[in-house]
């Protein structure tokens, strides 16, 4: 039992490229969000997913996409990339219609952009 | 916006005594939780408190929740060295799905 895997783990990008983060869970979980962590901060929702074939904006949407491939995975692109999302990307799952969200963490993405 | 702010921002203890830490939050909530971030890690969810709460335990963990100051306290006791992290409040604003996630305590516990 993996629990939530990211890849890759680090990655470096110059501005403009582009780059997708893979998410994968297996707690047979229905829902899936994406964070960023920058120093000193907190987690801010960037997208998330309440269930297979939705998605929705989270605080700081601006600069990606999402896509949820199947009930499993869940993506993350960066169509063009900028030094301002050189950042910590976790990904997380939950249980749909839990009252209490108790999220499930992946170990993150280190991406910099030059 | 941050929904829930820790204090301090940075605690250093010695091994074996209690570190307290603080959370406020601005709107009412469903619940709060208490998560640990190891250095370079994920976040591991520690503990959950319900609005209708005002205490809970687990372990060496002890969490108190006033909805009226808007606030909640995580005590750790019996501090280990191993329980250096930062440890983070979220809050739940109802029966919806997104946590909103304050800045983090960072929290040293020197042996």
């Known amino acids: 039992n993996a629990g939530v895997t990211q890849t890759p783990k680090f990655q470096v990008l110059k501005t403009g490229q582009s780059m997708t983060l893979q998410c994968a869970q297996d707690?047979?979980?229905?829902?899936m969000y994406w964070y960023r962590q920058d120093p000193g901060m907190g987690l801010r929702l960037i997208y998330y997913s309440a269930s297979e074939g939705t998605t929705d904006k989270g605080e700081v949407p601006n600069g990606y996409n999402v896509s949820r491939l199947n009930k499993r995975e869940f993506s993350l692109r960066l169509e063009s990339a900028a030094p301002s999302q050189t950042s910590v990307y976790f990904c997380?799952?939950?249980?749909?219609?839990?009252?209490?969200?108790?999220?499930?963490f992946g170990p993150g993405t280190r991406l910099t952009v030059l | 916006s941050q929904q829930g702010e820790e204090d301090p921002q940075a605690l250093s203890i010695q091994e074996g005594e209690n570190a307290t830490m603080n959370c406020s939050y601005k709107t009412s909530i469903n619940n709060l939780q208490w998560y640990r971030q190891n250095s370079g890690r994920g976040l591991v969810h520690l503990i959950l408190?319900?609005?209708?709460?005002r205490e809970k335990h687990s372990g060496r963990l002890r969490v108190t929740l006033d909805t009226s100051k808007k606030s909640s306290s995580l005590l750790i006791t019996a501090s280990r060295a191993a329980d250096t992290a930062s440890y983070f409040c979220a809050t739940a604003p109802g029966p919806a799905r997104q946590l909103t996630f304050g800045s983090g305590t960072q929290l040293t516990v020197l042996p």
């Open positions: 408190i319900r609005s209708n709460e």
């Open positions: 707690m047979n979980h229905n829902s």
């Open positions: 997380a799952s939950s249980e749909q219609g839990s009252p209490y969200n108790e999220q499930f």
